[in-house]
């Protein structure tokens, strides 16, 4: 089993579940991008959805190297999406990749997009085939690499939505102590 299959499960299996949870409900997204004034409705918004988890299953399911340039090119996008809506100093309160979750944009997206943007450009050079032919021959290492992704999916929830959110309020307690008790 080649070593980028659990990046090339998580990659594509975020793109799916992103995708569909926006093809579901494009409300936020819709918000996030009106916010940064990009004209969008929900049509507009489903069908870009659509084709962001068709490509998380093409490159689970097809793979090669032009797909997996894409989902890379898709991770990029994001990061440069989070940076303008940071840069822009309006309140998005999601991008909806999540759902309905409230998570202001934050560094550690860009991070975490830029991160995977490397990680996919690895498998599209060193192991570009489908993610999930990697996981047909090895039985019990297949199982333990699909579990590892989906703590690796967990995580990137967490960073993705938890850590943005407790920054934030860490940094409003942060000033509010310094509001009232004044700078030590």
């Known amino acids: 089993m080649p070593a980028l299959t659990s990046v090339a499960l998580l990659a594509s299996s975020l793109l799916l579940l992103a995708g569909a949870m926006k093809v579901v409900d494009p409300a ?26 068709a490509l998380g299953v093409a490159a689970l399911v097809v793979g090669g190297r032009l797909l997996w340039v894409l989902v890379a090119c898709s991770y990029a996008a994001f990061a440069v999406f989070v940076i303008a809506a940071i840069r822009a100093g309006t309140m998005v309160g999601s991008c909806g990749c999540f759902g309905r979750e409230d998570t202001p944009p934050h560094w550690s997206h860009v991070v975490l997009n830029l991160a995977i943007t490397l990680a996919v450009l690895a498998v599209a050079i060193w192991s570009p085939g489908a993610a999930l032919a990697a996981l047909r021959w090895d039985g019990g290492l297949g199982a333990l690499v699909v579990a590892l992704t989906a703590l690796a999916m967990y ?14 309020a860490g940094r409003g307690i942060a000033a509010s102590h310094v509001t009232t008790h004044g700078a030590s």
């Open 155 to 168: 995580l990137a929830h967490a960073t993705f939505v938890e850590l943005p959110r407790t920054l934030v």
């Open 28 to 53: 936020m997204t819709v918000g996030a991008l009106r916010a940064l004034r990009v004209p969008a409705g929900p049509g507009f918004v489903r069908v870009g959805a659509a084709a962001e988890g």
